[in-house]
């Protein structure tokens, strides 16, 4: 019997058309059963274009279904991919203009921060219904998660839903280790790696050729280009001695050292408000997606594309076996982070299932960096799972850039005109205004 596909959030164009590029390059996937689904009716209309389009490119034939109603699409599902985004582009507008009125510098604004936090807040309640439609009509199916802010999102479905198979999926762990191969001129498939962290915010624990660390190579390279020194992460790993797992724009604003300072935002080119224009660049793409399709029947398939969603529903479909990075919830896997929340390790795929590999401890500087990241995602799920507002603005006020940053009057400020400006995209125990 052919599996069922369901994609949460199909409009996000971008995300959909190489989900499905990918899924429908495989042999053993090509006759599968796609179901789309979003709440915008003109998204969902596009991304089943996508489909028929990429579908015919890639010279498959699955049976493609959309619908509007989540639950009628997840009827029977297999795998259901998550890639929502609630609020749109309208609410990360907020979630950075409100904050830079503070003074408050970010990049990203989408896993932890003021930003995250919001963005936590608003995903929480959709994600916790997909849950639930989950447990009663396809229970057996797995969640393949790719929404951030990812920890918390793991986390929250852990918390809520502890029987659901959840993967957390993200590309960074994979492009970050082709960036470095790059760097120091060796074949990607010539290297192994080992890397546990937090999904943003792990680290390159081991990296080698033949048996011999490729760290030393780095350096070289490094001690070689003062360019390649004003890179945050850079920054990061010849202070840390491990190399984070993510870029720079999204790795500075998850400490306390960076974007707060203008000369350090200098020195290092760090461009604040960066995912603005990432947003907008979005929109752009998905209007000119929608004058393409109308003018074709095929759409090309982008054989760059190396999403681990596909691979995973191919390795449990077919038994092949690979090992990817995958979020799940910390059971002893990670020794020196707290157990019940996300952490991203080595992941093996085979006809069983995925298997979380334990890492044990990680060094304790990159622990302790780890545990500030997670107390801001502790504390935003806390607030949902306990209905409390309280600690909205806990997880704010530990938040290390905003602790940096701000008063915790102003924290407080914020957060009330922040909850105000979302109104009812907010759970509706958090919507309230608050002074200590």
């Not at 749109?88 to 604004?109: K, S, W």
């Not at 500075?252 to 660049?281: D, F, K, M, Q, T």
């Not at 290390?400 to 009812?424: K, R, S």
Request: net charge negative.
């Amino acid at each position: 019997m052919k599996p069922t596909i369901v994609i949460i959030g199909a409009g996000s164009v971008e995300f959909t058309r190489e989900l499905l590029g990918d899924i429908l390059s495989f042999d053993e996937l090509a006759s599968v059963r796609i179901v789309l689904h979003d709440i915008d009716a003109e998204r969902l209309e596009t991304a089943e274009a996508i489909a028929r389009a990429t579908a015919r490119a890639a010279g498959a034939d699955p049976e493609v279904i959309a619908s509007t109603d989540r639950r009628r699409a997840l009827d029977g599902a297999d795998y259901v991919i998550n890639v929502i985004q609630v609020g749109m582009h309208e609410a990360t507008l907020r979630d950075f203009e409100i904050p830079a009125r503070y003074g408050l510098n970010q990049t990203i604004g989408d896993t932890i921060g003021i930003g995250g936090i919001f963005r936590g807040l608003r995903t929480f309640p959709v994600l916790a219904g997909i849950a639930r439609d989950m447990a009663e009509v396809c229970p057996d199916a797995w969640l393949l998660n790719y929404t951030n802010p990812m920890a918390m999102n793991v986390t929250l479905l852990h918390r809520v839903a502890p029987k659901l198979k959840v993967l957390g999926l993200c590309h960074s762990v994979y492009w970050t280790m082709v960036g470095l191969c790059e760097l120091v001129d060796v074949p990607y498939d010539e290297v192994s790696y080992w890397s546990a962290g937090v999904n943003h915010q792990a680290w390159v624990l081991r990296w080698e050729r033949n048996g011999q660390s490729l760290y030393p190579t780095l350096d070289e390279r490094i001690a070689a280009d003062p360019e390649l020194r004003r890179r945050v992460r850079v920054d990061m790993y010849r202070r840390l001695g491990y190399y984070p797992t993510e870029t720079s724009e999204h790795s500075s604003e998850y400490v306390p050292w960076y974007v707060r300072h203008p000369a350090e935002v200098e020195r290092l080119r760090i461009n604040i408000g960066e995912y603005v224009s990432i947003s907008e660049a979005n929109l752009a793409e998905y209007r000119r997606v929608r004058t393409e399709l109308a003018g074709t029947e095929e759409l090309p398939i982008d054989t760059s594309s190396t999403e681990y969603a596909p691979q995973v529903i191919h390795s449990l479909e077919t038994g092949t076996t690979r090992v990817i990075s995958a979020n799940v919830a910390n059971e002893d896997l990670i020794t020196n982070l707290p157990n019940g929340v996300a952490v991203e390790v080595p992941t093996t795929l085979d006809a069983l299932g995925a298997h979380p590999m334990r890492v044990g401890e990680l060094p304790p500087q990159c622990a302790a960096l780890n545990r500030s990241f997670l107390g801001p995602v502790d504390l935003a799920v806390r607030a949902y799972t306990d209905g409390d507002p309280r600690l909205v603005r806990a997880a704010a006020m530990v938040d290390p850039n905003t602790a940096a940053t701000l008063t915790v009057d102003q924290i407080w400020e914020l957060c009330d005109e922040l909850t105000t400006a979302h109104g009812n995209l907010l759970p509706e125990s958090l919507r309230q205004t608050l002074r200590p």
